[in-house]
């Protein structure tokens, strides 16, 4: 049964936003607790600007959440393929992607307040007619408002990559949702996610492979990654990042048919386990340490130690030793008795 989109309350100007704690993590068997989030409230105050905006654009435009499903014809008006956008910020490319494509709608999804109030101003500058908002949680809209195969593609625009590892587990792309997300995607509809942190980028693109109902829509060939759609704008943020160089890595999957299976992606070999050769070479025996004397053909003993200054060895003519080192070779052609002279003076030539 669907539900009539109710309007949401419209926030005055400079009214202030408190920020929410920090949710417990999840503690299996504990009957009072509540799931991870992936966004924390950002206090934040309404503009002038902004707070006109959801005075007269407001009334059209937000929804408000209900555990019910939704009914996208009666929410936007009409019937047209429909994106849900995930966390949108400010707005900008929203705006941009909305403009460009006057015949689909848009479900816009975002819990700050000055955000909504800002894309609320540029659909009024805009006049665009085909978004729609609701400023609460997108998992509970996802799990209470949509149902299974109601949407033409979803956008994940640069979510919070939480880059401390104790906070990796609040990431928005975690397995669950994505089932989530392709269970109400239309068989060829489209996830499309673009983040400008690497470590996120490649679980992003795990996560992604992973889920049975996608398929990478990128070229084998590459190295997963999809080059960075047309209707995609470059935000003012991202152009900083790149004249600072930083990478932008957009990943975008196809949703499959259920009697169809995805290409399996073969897994790439980790750091530490070497990659099997075509010839099957045994691996190579391990190298002998500094200490060990490796074995030799003719069985040689090891070299015995040489010599210490004050230690006599036999000289043939039971006479005389003289080193041979740059002291005495360059002394070679004198007598015995200047080489014995100079030896024991400078510490090298022995008396016998």
């Not at 307040?113 to 659909?123: D, F, H, M, Q, S």
């Not at 075509?278 to 190298?287: E, K, Q």
Request: glycine share 6%; aromatic share 6%; hydrophobic share 35%.
């Amino acid at each position: 049964m669907t539900s009539t989109p109710r309007l949401a309350p419209i926030p005055t100007a400079n009214a202030p936003i408190s920020a929410s704690t920090e949710v417990p993590e999840l503690v299996p068997g504990s009957e009072h607790h509540r799931a991870i989030r992936s966004f924390v409230r950002r206090t934040g105050r309404t503009t002038v600007a902004q707070a006109k905006a959801f005075e007269d654009v407001g009334p059209t435009v937000l929804l408000s959440y209900a555990a019910a499903a939704l009914s996208l014809p009666a929410a936007f008006g009409r019937e047209a393929p429909t994106i849900l956008e995930i966390g949108f910020g400010m707005g900008e490319a929203t705006a941009h992607i909305a403009a460009l494509m006057p015949d689909k709608n848009f479900l816009c999804c975002e819990v700050h307040t000055p955000g909504v109030g800002a894309l609320l101003k540029r659909i009024a500058e805009l006049d665009l007619r085909n978004i729609r908002i609701l400023q609460h949680d997108a998992v509970e809209v996802i799990d209470h408002m949509l149902p299974l195969a109601s949407l033409d593609g979803i956008h994940i625009f640069f979510p919070d990559p939480w880059h401390k590892k104790k906070h990796n587990k609040r990431r928005l792309i975690q397995p669950p949702l994505i089932a989530r997300l392709a269970a109400r995607l239309k068989p060829g509809g489209y996830l499309h996610c673009a983040t400008d942190w690497q470590p996120y980028a490649e679980q992003i693109l795990d996560v992604l492979a992973a889920e049975p109902l996608l398929q990478n829509s990128a070229d084998d060939s590459g190295d997963g990654y999809a080059p960075k759609p047309a209707y995609r704008p470059l935000t003012k943020f991202e152009n900083r990042g790149i004249k600072l160089g930083h990478g932008v890595w957009d990943v975008v999957f196809a949703r499959v048919a259920s009697s169809e299976s995805p290409r399996p992606l073969a897994p790439s070999p980790s750091k530490n386990e070497p990659s099997a050769s075509s010839d099957d070479h045994p691996p190579l025996a391990p190298s002998s340490t500094k200490r060990e004397q490796p074995a030799s053909s003719d069985n040689h003993s090891p070299l015995a130690p040489s010599p210490s200054k004050r230690e006599q060895p036999t000289s043939s003519d039971n006479h005389f030793y003289q080193p041979v080192d740059r002291y005495s070779y360059t002394q070679s052609t004198a007598s015995h008795q200047q080489i014995f002279q100079d030896g024991r003076r400078i510490g090298f030539g022995y008396a016998v």
